[in-house]
């Protein structure tokens, strides 16, 4: 990513030869991430949204397995984040569904939902 924005979804997706790809996460205006981004174990992005950001942390496991957490930061390693980045609002966490009414304040737009089955089959949801 360059200090000016980010690439566009279809470049990345082309250039890895992707099936599927999806952006996660938040950007501002310039194509930054606005909250924090794990690989590989480590934060390769990490810019704090400040006390009004509801949302938390999307991540895997090493092995694969989805977490969704509150923390951010060195406290979502901890927790064993691997790859991840935040996302939010939370809808349904370990099939109980979150309090979130209307639209969470967060506005209508495309919106991306993903969840991972039992047996580790993870699925998204896009709507644009």
């Given amino acids: 990513m360059g200090s000016t924005g980010g690439e566009f979804v279809t470049d990345i997706a082309r250039r890895a030869k992707a099936k599927i ?14 909250g924090y981004v794990y690989k590989d174990g480590k934060i390769i992005w990490a ?9 938390g942390t999307i991540g895997f496991t090493k092995e694969g397995v989805m ?12 927790e064993g984040v691997y790859h991840g980045v935040d996302f939010g ?3 349904i966490v370990n099939g109980k569904s979150a309090k979130v009414s209307g639209n969470g304040g967060w506005g209508y737009a495309n919106r991306t939902a993903i969840a991972q089955r039992k047996d580790g089959i993870v699925l998204f949801l896009v709507i644009d």
Avoid: C, D, Y
Avoid at 21 to 34: D, I, K, L, M, T
């Fill in 21 to 34: 790809a999806v952006n996660g996460g938040g950007f501002n205006n310039s194509g930054q991430p606005s």
């Fill in 47 to 55: 810019r704090n949204r400040g006390n009004k950001w509801a949302g």
């Fill in 89 to 91: 609002p939370f809808l």
């Fill in 67 to 78: 977490i969704l957490t509150k923390s951010t930061g060195k406290k979502a390693l901890e």
